[in-house]
C-alpha cells in the first residue's frame, strides 16, 4: 500500500462517520474479514465471543448495508453460514480508517 504524502482529512461533521461501520462491534468484524477472504459463523463467534444473537444482528446489519456478503451451506449435513467483506464494504473500512485517522491528526496537532 502506498504512503499517503499529506495527512489523512478529519470527516467535515460526525454525521459523515458511517455508522454501520464505525459501531465497535461491527468494525471489530469487519477487521476480521478483512484479513481473510471468508470466515464462518463459529470462527466469528470464537474470535469476538459475540453471543449467537448478537453476532448474527450485527452480520445482518452489515449484509443489508451491502458490506457483506452471506453463504448458507451444509457441511455433513450440518449448517455453516459464511461470511466474506463485498468491495464495498472493503472501501466503508478503509474510509473509516481514514477517517478516524484524520480525527486523530487533527487532535494531535499535525
Known amino acids: 500500500m502506498p504512503r499517503r504524502s499529506t495527512a489523512p482529512a478529519a470527516p467535515d461533521s460526525f454525521e459523515e ?45 452489515l449484509q443489508t448495508a451491502g458490506y457483506v456478503t452471506v453463504e448458507k451451506t451444509y457441511r455433513e449435513q450440518t449448517p455453516r453460514t459464511v461470511f466474506a467483506l463485498t468491495d464495498t464494504g472493503r472501501s466503508a473500512v478503509i474510509r473509516w480508517r481514514d477517517q478516524m485517522a484524520g480525527i486523530v491528526a487533527m487532535l494531535s496537532g499535525s
Open 17 to 61: 462517520i458511517d455508522r454501520a461501520v464505525h459501531e465497535p462491534a461491527r468494525i471489530w468484524l469487519m477487521a476480521n474479514l478483512m484479513v481473510l477472504d471468508e470466515a464462518d459463523f463459529t470462527y466469528l463467534q470464537n474470535e469476538t465471543g459475540m453471543t449467537r444473537g448478537n453476532l448474527g444482528s450485527h452480520m445482518a446489519k
